[in-house]
């Protein structure tokens, strides 16, 4: 009795196991089909056909940074208006310079 009873059990955890997985991998999957999170940058980086304005050097999809003007920390957005795509370097040479200031496009802290 005792035996059948454990082999039940074992049998409805490895069950709850398989649910659970497929459960996972539905959600994994509707995430990667609904998932648009990064288009914004790649629209931003594709208007400016993917030239710094600081520099003018042409980048690629990962050499290129979005920069905010107004920055997040200081009630800025992710909109086209407050967003400019720089090269790694002009990005990381701004914010060692300057800080978290507010900007124009062109890197000249306002």
Do not use: F
């Not at 497929?22 to 609904?34: A, C, P, R, T, Y």
């Not at 056909?49 to 979005?66: A, E, F, L």
């Not at 920055?71 to 967003?83: A, F, L, Q, R, V």
């Amino acid at each position: 009795m005792a035996k059948r009873w454990r082999r039940k059990k074992r049998k409805a955890r490895k069950q709850a196991r398989k649910h659970e997985c497929l459960v996972i991998k539905e959600k994994l999957s509707g995430i990667e089909k609904d998932s648009h999170k990064h288009d914004w940058k790649r629209e931003i980086k594709i208007s400016q056909d993917y030239i710094c304005p600081v520099c003018g050097k042409r980048c690629n999809d990962r050499t290129m940074n979005i920069h905010h003007m107004r920055p997040k920390c200081k009630k800025g957005s992710n909109s086209k208006e407050n967003t400019v795509g720089w090269c790694v370097e002009c990005h990381r040479n701004y914010h060692k310079k300057h800080g978290v200031k507010i900007s124009d496009r062109y890197g000249n802290p306002l």
